[in-house]
């Protein structure tokens, strides 16, 4: 039981006498950090979150954008982090099939899922490495198994994630509008338990979530089960199809506790229900321990006493649970019996709305000095150094990790893994375009321009797809919010989001704050983590392989902003530096130049820059081309930099395109009319990736012999412990 000395004395005081052991746990699981976000709530309302396409509704777990046509899109993102760390295939497994359910709350069909991915140095630590395989491995196998595909992600390492895990899971949901659920209940209707049995599995999962993980608790991570949970999808969709569904909403953080008490106070009703009616495992569970439980795979359903037996049959047929635990009461308490006798009694007001704390920030002691560069000893061979950049786990391709996912089930996948951005086809003749970012270095030497590089970033991958962005999830990963600089670093990445979704106008549409990610060295970097969703009215870009002579034009300037890039912190090992800054003016004109570039069939492909910079990127373009290019650093727009800042600075706002020549002069015509910064730097051709600068070759590299490193490096080390 995990509530503090003041929030016992404050419950004490709201119910005017001493709780019951079973009330003390249902409000524990509800009042922790992980269920209440009672040190993030007041600061998360500055957030935009309405807007022409955004549906609102009580008691939703998924943001709702409408796509037009009838048709609505949901989304929502969540985290198992401590229990990834502890037990990595079942943690990031139920992390699948608790963001999953959330989309079936609102009564649209799962579509598709994103995974981001974050564990120690793979190079040297072993530890890193299991939990990194297992963490895939239980991912690709609760998707696969649900037929769901996984379609985008991303994966990071750092040593500041050593032994512990970060998996961020984000899916999205199709489905008609006017199939929504209404969350709505009156008096007298029914409360119904559906999905799997519970158990003690994940027993103060919220609580343990919601601390600094000090020891390997593995009785509160729970076991999945995605055989459920795909039975559960198709029972769900059928009871919403025949309109018996009142409310609706997943079992996952607190379990019971906080299902009941959610919905209660959501829907401004009492609900009082029966642990003895509850479908369970195991024999003699306390009704405390069936409050709290967090076993997966279950829903709870509140219908009528008309439809229940018509729900009762729909759960037979996919042999599925089914247990009528109790009804709705126009009273606002939360009731607890076990046969007649009473074990909580609680306002659902009380239970569900934690004392919003308000913590004291300070501006953390580092930053004072991380800014300051050191001397760093003069690279002597730029093709190595590019080779090594390519080879390193953060830069290398994932697709040792997407291989293992179905992404093409469902027949919606239309650009797959491994792009800027994965697009799906929706029923109404639009595509919807997706992705998520982060940066944890970047955010590390300034939380605020950081936090709006990640939004930026996500946005300009979309972008190269050709779809415009219409919503953002964000997840919210700290240390201890009661350290005053780190809560600091939490406001100001907030504050920078907060910035950046005003100006553009994207809103909001959910989001996760996990707390309290600490590893025995101390607090992981900051890591918020950014899902971008775009539509795309018409047929989307589907980049056209890049051909001899095709020309390459860089959008967006090139500056000295190399802080947190990879080419410092992997080449030179040296973490500071000034790291880049978005120019939100620029930001805007360029991404609306690349839509129209793409609206009007000009250009080939299109490509941001990000990590390890313009090598890294005009390499990335070359090898999944399987052509060469030679590129005139000189030419690059921007800062009068080196040759080491030109290759590998990450500055923001950059796109590369390929096109045929004859377009150039209609591509530079929109261009200079919309005020860009551009510059057409190289051209396709040959087998070698070739940077110059002036007539002195600095970089030149084999691509057949580079891409096989670059595609090989990262399952060569976690397989088999070495690099390519």
């Known amino acids: 039981m995990s ?50 396409l955004v549906i609102n509704e009580k008691g939703y ?10 048709y609505v899109v949901t989304a929502h993102i969540e985290s198992h982090n401590h229990p990834s760390a502890v037990e990595p295939y079942g943690g990031a497994a139920t992390g699948v099939g608790g963001v999953i359910r959330d989309i079936l709350s609102a009564g649209t069909r799962p579509i598709a899922i994103f995974d981001g991915l974050r564990f120690g140095n793979v190079e040297k630590d072993l530890q890193a490495r299991w939990l990194f395989k297992n963490a895939v491995t239980g991912i690709a196998d609760y998707g696969n198994c649900l037929g769901i595909p996984t379609i985008g992600g991303e994966v990071e390492f750092d040593e500041c994630y050593e032994n512990y895990a970060l998996v961020d899971v ?98 401004e009703i009492g609900i009082e229900m029966d642990v003895d009616k509850v479908h369970t495992r195991e024999s003699g569970m306390h009704p ?60 659902a007001d009380v239970v569900a709305n934690a004392t919003l704390l308000d913590l004291p920030s300070k501006k953390p002691v580092y930053l004072k000095t991380i800014e300051t560069e050191k001397k760093f000893k003069p690279i002597s061979d730029y093709s190595k150094t590019l080779m ?34 994965s697009v799906l086809r929706l029923d109404n003749g639009k595509f919807l375009s997706a992705k998520i970012d ?21 946005c300009r991958n979309v972008v190269c797809t050709g779809a415009k962005p219409i919503g953002m999830l964000d997840h919210l990963q700290f240390g201890n919010p009661k350290d005053p600089e780190i809560f600091w670093t939490f406001l100001e990445s907030l504050k920078g989001l907060t910035d950046f979704a005003k100006f553009f106008e994207i809103p909001c549409v959910g989001g996760k704050v996990s707390l309290y990610n600490e590893t025995p060295k101390g607090p992981i970097k900051p890591t918020p983590v950014i899902g971008v969703i775009g539509l795309i009215d018409k047929k989307p870009s589907v980049s056209q392989k890049i051909s001899e002579g095709d020309c390459l034009i860089i959008i967006g300037n090139t500056k000295n902003e190399l802080g947190g890039s990879e080419f410092f912190e992997y080449v030179h090992k040296f973490v500071g530096g000034k790291c880049p800054v978005v120019n939100f003016d620029d930001s805007k004109k360029n991404m609306n130049s690349v839509l129209d570039l793409i609206k009007n069939n000009l250009i080939k492909s299109a490509h941001d820059c990000s990590k390890g910079g ?5 390499s990335e373009m070359c090898m999944t081309n399987q052509i060469g290019c030679t590129v005139s650093l000189d030419k690059v727009p921007g800062d009068k930099l080196t040759v080491d800042r030109i290759l590998f600075s990450e500055s ?25 910064s551009f510059k057409e730097i190289g051209k396709f051709g040959g087998e070698n990736i070739q940077f110059n600068n002036k007539i002195q070759s600095v970089v030149k590299l084999n691509v057949e012999k580079t891409h096989r490193v670059w595609l090989n490096s990262l399952s060569d080390l976690i397989l088999h412990g070495k690099t390519s």
């Open 288 to 347: 405390s321990e069936i409050m709290v439980s967090e076993s997966q795979e279950r829903m709870l359903i509140v219908t009528s006493k008309i439809k229940l037996k018509k729900l009762q049959t729909i759960c037979e047929k996919f042999r599925i649970g089914c247990s009528m635990i109790g009804q709705v009461k126009s009273d606002n308490q939360v009731h607890v019996k076990k046969g007649k006798k009473t074990f909580a009694n609680l306002s």
């Open 438 to 458: 982060g940066n944890p270095k970047h955010c590390y030497i300034n939380p605020r321009e950081g936090a709006i590089g990640c939004f930026e970033e996500a």
């Open 652 to 676: 923001h706002s950059r796109y590369l395109l390929s096109f045929d020549k004859k377009n150039l002069s209609k591509i530079k015509d929109l261009l200079k009319n919309n005020k860009i």
């Open 170 to 267: 984000a899916a999205l949901g199709f489905g008609k509008k006017e199939h929504l659920i209404k969350n709505h209940a009156k008096k007298g209707d029914i409360v119904v338990l559906m999905g799997g049995s519970t158990g003690r599995d994940g027993i103060g999962g919220s609580q343990f979530a919601s601390d600094s993980l000090e020891s390997e608790d593995r009785s509160a991570v729970q076991i999945p089960d995605p055989f459920i949970e795909k039975l559960i999808i198709e029972a769900v969709l059928q009871a919403r199809n025949d309109g018996l569904i009142h409310a609706m909403k997943d079992l996952g953080g607190g379990g019971l506790s906080c299902a009941i008490s959610e919905t209660a106070d959501a829907l």
């Open 614 to 618: 313009l090598a890294v990127a005009v």
């Open 3 to 52: 509530l503090e000395d003041q929030e016992l004395s404050e419950l004490k005081s709201k119910i005017g006498r001493e709780p019951t052991p079973t009330e003390l746990q249902i409000v524990a699981a509800e009042w922790s950090e992980h269920c209440s976000y009672k040190s993030s709530k007041r600061h998360l309302k500055m957030l935009p979150m309405t807007g022409p």
């Open 61 to 70: 777990d998924s943001g709702v954008l409408d796509v037009g046509d009838g």
């Open 388 to 421: 090594k950049l390519l080879s390193s786990p953060n830069i290398a391709s994932k697709i040792w990790v997407y291989g293992q996912y179905d992404h093409e089930v469902g027949i919606r996948t239309v650009v797959k893994p491994g792009k800027d951005a």
